[in-house]
């Protein structure tokens, strides 16, 4: 994938950790690393947007015209931008030198995000053998397993990385909340599967001899006579060609053959996305993926890599998983646990098993820097960068300009099929489609909260005991011992009737819900237009949550089994939902899951707010009447929403943007437009009238008609042109947009503490020791009500958690570190270490250090 998109949902799916470098010890010198663990960081330096920029009268977007095109070097994109020939690169790099070259350069700037991509190895699930006999070992969960041992992650990291990159063991990044919680269930597991190149050997041959293989007399592996030759699929693009030719070398030296198949994301992505893995076109691909936000709660991320609920390709939807991890993964995905204990429980065992079956194995995670103009300013999410922010088409502008263009570049664009359904989901696509979508929330860039956007504000009403909680003042949270889920909320969906299953039809005896989500939206909701001129309605919310359920269903026209793994998530904890007045629009949602914090559930989920935005399927607007000519043309065979439907019909993937799937839906749109067509009729029809249709496909067949395609949307740019043959795409500014330009430039820049700690050179058994901590931030002490705790890991010299604990305040900017008699004596002799974490109320990126000693009797 290239940088394939995660996003957090229960349906389906990060920190700032700035530009590493390693940061020694106060006192002594720093030992290695622990095996597997990530190196500290230390921030560098971010250009962000001032905390005021005056109200001009503008309205969306600050500039007339964005035009993107695709470079795939960071170097070539850096050269451009100094030749004056670029504006902005968003994709974001982890190039060393590239970056070097940026920082020196007074004419450019860059943001940095910290933690924002990871890389590793997916893997065929097919097996134990392909439709050809040959074999698969990866269909083996012991030999995926064993991969872990096989790689060097540190050597991996530095060599293909360098500075930006650092090994990645698990898949909860270590710049997540999460991971500081649950460090010392983690840091455990990094050295147990640490570079172990004899224990990856002997366990993957046990398997392999087990599988009916043998070592040839030439020291390879043979299968029923014939070599075994393993496909990996290498990107040529980025530092994923290292990766993949130093696992490739690895399983050379150990017995197996390795074709290697060093290609472009183009070249590439129909072979591991599309193909039947049966059929055995590959068995290993070298992966990369990224975050949209700061993921506040992990849970779901276990659901959204390692179950085919992870995505729509091929691969994905071949997941093998053992019934108890893809329980564990669905119950965490929505929040099945009663406190914080369990939640504890359910992540150490769900962390073990991702471990033991890796249909994903981790390699590195990467910190990208993002190069632009230095007369050009935008907000960049602390994790996210520049692509994946929320924020970044409603503040990318000239300084002290209004208007003007920009220009953009990725690493790639036009890769993949645009639908509001189930399109192409890489985060190349994505910073395009951002700028057309709007939505009913947006994600603060350093917490990771949410602030509204469309809606005006929220009521979350939750159990008594369930550890939720809220921060902003939009969001009002109340605790109730009850929640009863009302008779005339919509339950289900019934796809042979196209009408809604009422809760008192589902449930007869009454049911209950864990808790309620209650959205308001304002007055003037229907004044705002899509991009055709199209006003949007009540339709298309409730089209929206028709969207969540009827492909799934077995007797629906679009029916596609892609879709029934996230519905039968989604129906283990959806109660209802019902539209209790709409106008004003408010909407009761009852759910038996929540979150940790009131904004993230509504901010992260689709049933959050209902605002007809597709964030499942990276970034797509979801508008009644342009999802009108794709479900035409499914239901009738002739294309599919989905790449994996589009695999098995072999029809084309309906693509709403370019190529033959333009001519088919201008035919089902002119089909629509003459039987004055509304979807699922028997529950629309009560929503949207004849008249709405006819005005709303009169208006998309004059947007057609002008630019040639049917992607629309409510965001503050809209598209204009497609150009692919040139291979560029260009947005212009969408003049009905109802926000002021300067509605989120509010953003200054983040208060990333920096961490400094000294003690003791050398420390006694069982001797108490103490170790000063300084927190601050541009030379000042940063402030005690902005940090949650500073809380310590203590390593003995081979590398084993011993204990932990929280550093005391001693005043503002300053901590300490008391070790016990009692920790010091767990210490054996040799070079021990601790590791301190500053985890900030105001951004949500912990920010690590170390400090070594020696210990001695």
């Known amino acids: 994938m290239s940088r394939k998109l995660i996003t957090f949902f229960s349906l389906l799916v990060v920190t700032v950790l700035v530009l590493a470098a390693c940061q020694g010890p106060a006192t002594a010198p720093q030992a290695t690393a622990l095996p597997g663990a990530p190196e500290p960081t230390t921030p560098a330096p971010s250009n962000t947007l001032p905390t005021e920029v005056p109200d001009t009268g503008r309205m969306g977007g600050w500039l007339d015209t964005l035009v993107f095109t695709s470079i795939d070097q960071i170097a070539d994109a850096v050269t451009q931008l100094k030749a004056d020939a670029l504006d902005i690169y968003p994709f974001g790099s982890e190039n060393s030198d590239a970056f070097q070259t940026t920082a020196s350069d007074p004419n450019l700037a860059y943001t940095v995000a910290i933690g924002n991509a990871v890389d590793g190895f997916m893997f065929n699930p097919a097996g134990p053998t ?131 198949q060093v290609r472009t994301r183009t070249e590439l992505s129909p072979i591991w996305g599309r193909s039947i893995p049966e059929n055995g076109e590959w068995h290993f691909y070298t992966g990369g993926w990224g975050y949209n936000s700061i993921a506040r709660n992990s849970s779901n991320l276990f659901d959204g890599y390692y179950t085919p609920r992870a995505g729509s390709t091929t691969a994905e939807q071949g997941y093998v998983v053992s019934p108890e991890f893809d329980q564990l993964a669905m119950d965490l995905a929505n929040n099945k646990y009663s406190d914080m204990n369990e939640r504890r429980e359910m992540f150490a065992r769900a962390l073990e098993l991702s471990l033991q079956e890796s249909q994903i194995v981790w390699v590195a995670g990467v910190n990208q820097f993002y190069p632009r103009n230095a007369n050009l300013q935008v907000s960049s999410d602390m994790v996210a960068g520049v692509a994946q922010s929320s924020l970044y088409p409603y503040t990318l502008r000239w300084i002290d300009q209004e208007g003007g263009t920009a220009r953009l570049a990725n690493q790639g664009i036009l890769t993949g099929a645009w639908n509001p359904v189930s399109g192409q989901n890489w985060v190349q696509e994505v910073v395009v489609q951002k700028a057309t979508v709007d939505d009913g929330v947006l994600a603060d860039p350093y917490t990771g909260l949410y602030w509204p956007q469309r809606i005006e504000r929220a009521e979350v009403t939750t159990v008594e005991g369930l550890p939720m909680t809220k921060t902003l003042d939009w969001v009002d949270l109340q605790f109730t011992s009850e929640i009863v889920v009302p008779a005339d909320a919509w339950a289900d969906w019934d796809a042979a009737k196209q009408e809604f299953i009422l809760a008192s039809e589902k449930y007869p005896s009454g049911a209950t819900a864990l808790t309620k989500i209650t959205v308001y939206y304002p007055s003037d909701l229907w004044n705002v237009k899509w991009h055709d001129g199209s006003n949007i309605s009540v339709g298309d919310f409730v089209n929206n949550i028709i969207r969540l359920f009827d492909r799934a269903k077995p007797e629906s026209a679009i029916f ?58 990276a970034w797509s607007s979801f508008s009644w009447h342009s999802f009108v000519p794709g479900y035409l043309a499914e239901e009738n065979r002739e294309l599919s929403f989905s790449e994996e439907k589009s695999t098995s019909l072999n029809v084309n993937w309906t693509h709403y943007i370019d190529g033959p799937s333009l001519e088919i839906l201008k035919k089902y749109l002119d089909q629509a437009e003459k039987d004055t067509y509304i979807p699922y009729s028997p529950t629309l029809s009560q929503f949207i009238t004849p008249d709405e249709a006819g005005q709303r496909y009169g208006n998309l067949q004059a947007w057609y008609a002008k630019h040639n395609h049917f992607w629309i949307g409510t965001g503050p740019y809209y598209l204009d042109q497609v150009n692919s043959v040139e291979g560029s795409i260009v947005t212009r500014h969408f003049a009905d947009f109802p926000d002021p330009a300067n509605k989120w430039d509010r953003f200054g820049e983040p208060m990333l503490p920096v961490l400094d700690a000294a003690g003791p050179a050398k420390v006694s058994s069982g001797k108490e020791a103490t170790f000063d901590v300084l927190v601050s931030y541009k030379d000042a002490p940063y402030p005690s009500s902005y940090l949650d705790s500073i809380p310590f890991l203590l390593y003995d010299a081979e590398g084993t958690l011993v204990d932990k604990g929280t550093a005391e305040f001693v005043t503002e900017g300053q901590y300490a570190i008391q070790l016990t008699a009692d920790m010091t004596a767990k210490l054996k002799e040799g070079t021990a270490q601790l590791e301190i974490i500053a985890v900030s109320n105001v951004i949500s990126v912990p920010v690590f250090t170390r400090v070594t000693f020696v210990v001695g009797q």
């Open 560 to 617: 596609d089994e892609a879709a029934v793994p996230t519905y039968e998530s989604m129906m283990t904890y959806f109660k209802g939902v019902k539209i209790v007045s709409t106008d004003p629009l408010i909407i009761e949602t009852y759910v038996d899951t929540y979150d940790l914090d009131a904004e993230v559930l509504i901010g992260q989920n689709a049933f959050g707010t209902w605002f007809p935005t597709n964030r499942t399927n």
């Open 130 to 260: 392909f439709t050809d006999g040959r074999l698969n070992p990866f269909s083996n969960p012991k030999v995926r397993e064993a991969i872990n041992w096989l790689i060097d992650r540190n050597y991996v990291a530095q060599e293909a990385i360098g500075a930006l990159g650092q090994p990645q063991t698990v898949v909860i990044v270590s710049t997540f909340p999460d991971y500081v919680r649950y460090a010392d269930i983690i840091r455990p597991l990094e050295v147990k599967y640490s570079y172990n190149l004899e224990k990856a050997k002997a366990a993957i041959s046990t398997e392999m001899e087990a599988m009916g293989a043998t070592m040839g007399s030439d020291g390879k592996w043979q299968f029923n006579g014939e070599p075994v030759v393993l496909i990996g699929l290498i990107r040529s693009e980025d530092a994923r060609t290292f990766m993949g030719n130093y696992l490739s070398d690895q399983l050379e030296n150990i017995g197996f053959t390795v074709d290697r």
